[in-house]
């Protein structure tokens, strides 16, 4: 991303008022399966909710990268700081099905989790559902310290390195 490998073409950049419109249309693209797997909710227009997530976005509390291929949005992570415990963050991410099982998410895993840590984030949760096979398996991948199930839905915690000084 950025011209670097793997995804030289696109570019990743932190969302900007811009990018409002098209993240929006990028979930409201995205299968019924996709949305739910999302937000755990049956969702047929995830239009308001995504932007008043989206409206919160300051670059320091609840961030939020978008991936676009030339002027559209193809993947966006979502990182927001726990307030109880402001070095721990919550992540989530949703990649378009055109873009999907091609390696994207695992990048755009990786991106998020450096742009938490340059924020002074130590430990990032992610959660997702356990019937949720690409996620699960991408989530397994990057070796999480703790898992916590709860239903059909599991919450991974990774520690972050400390960004070098
Ligand atoms: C979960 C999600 C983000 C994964 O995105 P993705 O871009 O498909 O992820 P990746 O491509 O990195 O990994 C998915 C699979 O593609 C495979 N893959 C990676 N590069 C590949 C390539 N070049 N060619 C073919 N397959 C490839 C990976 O090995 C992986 O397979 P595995 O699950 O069998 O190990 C995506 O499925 C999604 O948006 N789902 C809906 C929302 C969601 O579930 N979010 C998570 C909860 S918040």
Same mark, same amino acid.
């Given at each position: ?12 950049? +932190? ?6 419109? =098209? ?8 299968? *019924? ?14 239009? +308001? ?13 609840? #961030?939020? !990268? ?5 002027? #559209?949005?193809?993947?966006?992570? #979502?990182?927001?700081?726990?307030? #109880? ?17 091609? =390696? ?5 895993? *990786? @991106?998020?989790? =450096?742009? @938490? ?11 997702? !559902? ?36």
């Amino acid at each position: 991303m950025n011209g670097r490998e793997p995804f030289p073409e696109l570019t990743l950049r +932190p969302f900007g008022h811009a990018d409002l419109e =098209g993240t929006v249309a990028t979930f409201k693209r995205l299968s *019924r399966q996709s949305l739910y797997r999302r937000f755990f909710t049956l969702m047929p227009d995830p239009s +308001p909710f995504v932007a008043r997530h989206l409206e919160r976005v300051d670059h320091r509390d609840h #961030q939020a !990268l978008v991936v676009l291929d030339r002027h #559209q949005v193809v993947a966006v992570a #979502q990182w927001d700081r726990v307030p #109880q415990s402001p070095e721990h963050a919550e992540l989530a991410m949703v990649v378009d099905e055109a873009w999907q099982h091609r =390696g994207l998410g695992t990048a755009l895993a *990786r @991106a998020a989790a =450096g742009d @938490a840590r340059r924020h002074g984030v130590t430990a990032l949760t992610a959660s997702v !559902l356990a019937e949720n096979r690409p996620a699960m398996r991408l989530v397994l991948r990057h070796h999480p310290t703790t898992a916590e199930a709860d239903g059909g839905q599991r919450t991974y915690r990774f520690a972050l390195d400390k960004p070098a000084a």
